[in-house]
T-cell receptor, first 114, second 115 residues
Framework: AQTVTQSQPEMSVQEAETVTLSCTYDTSENNYYLFWYKQPPSRQMILVIRQEAYKQQNATENRFSVNFQKAAKSFSLKISDSQLGDTAMYFCAFMASNTGKLIFGQGTTLQVKP | NAGVMQNPRHLVRRRGQEARLRCSPMKGHSHVYWYRQLPEEGLKFMVYLQKENIIDESGMPKERFSAEFPKEGPSILRIQQVVRGDSAAYFC?????????????FGQGTRLTVV
């Protein structure tokens, strides 16, 4: 069975600084996808970034980038130039290829301070 | 193209009543997934359905919970004889029928409160 672990329940960062959220996972699958979702107070689940396991290149979306270490089963999210609107809960998630079913971590609450 | 629509957004039920949560997937999507989020926790997979079929119900509680996705109309998550512990946010996600299912599109969730 797959598991996803986020070891940081809470994080804080000053506006305009950089912060890294950690995530590790366990799987015996070879083909899979990893995601970071943002959940603001509205509770809407917003996809931040996606990584295909077969790609060695780390995914990047504007201020958001990942450090994907497949051998170590690690998938951290880096947020650069943090903005107040980044304040939210962030979830790391795993999806075995072509299933559509997500396994989520426990989440990290990120507070961006002015 | 409307996104995944869930209703109601908020639902209050007394203990012992039934709760019905509805999910209309994105246009053209025929795969639906239900997740439950307890307070201060991550989302937990409950069930995966295609039209008229339950594909994976490994996350569904054995009793009181059921789900369906009929040929016509929305997917329904039904909770019978609700208890306080059922209070949670319930999210629905959908994905397309063909090709790689590599992304799930979420609705805004239904907040169930059992009083």
């Amino acid at each position: 069975a797959q598991t996803v672990t986020q070891s940081q329940p809470e994080m804080s960062v000053q506006e305009a600084e950089t912060v890294t959220l950690s995530c590790t996972y366990d799987t015996s699958e070879n083909n899979y996808y990893l995601f970071w979702y943002k959940q603001p107070p509205s509770r809407q689940m917003i996809l931040v970034i996606r990584q295909e396991a077969y790609k060695q290149q780390n995914a990047t979306e504007n201020r958001f980038s990942v450090n994907f270490q497949k051998a170590a089963k690690s998938f951290s999210l880096k947020i650069s130039d943090s903005q107040l609107g980044d304040t939210a809960m962030y979830f790391c998630a795993f999806m075995a290829s072509n299933t559509g079913k997500l396994i989520f971590g426990q989440g990290t609450t990120l507070q961006v301070k002015p | 193209n409307a996104g995944v629509m869930q209703n109601p957004r908020h639902l209050v039920r007394r203990r012992g009543q039934e709760a019905r949560l509805r999910c209309s997937p994105m246009k053209g999507h025929s795969h639906v997934y239900w997740y439950r989020q307890l307070p201060e926790e991550g989302l937990k997979f409950m069930v995966y359905l295609q039209k008229e079929n339950i594909i994976d119900e490994s996350g569904m509680p054995k009793e009181r919970f059921s789900a369906e996705f009929p040929k016509e109309g929305p997917s329904i998550l039904r909770i019978q004889q609700v208890v306080r512990g059922d209070s949670a946010a319930y999210f629905c996600a959908s994905s397309p029928p063909t090709g790689e299912r590599t992304e799930a599109f979420f609705g805004q969730g239904t907040r169930l409160t059992v009083v």
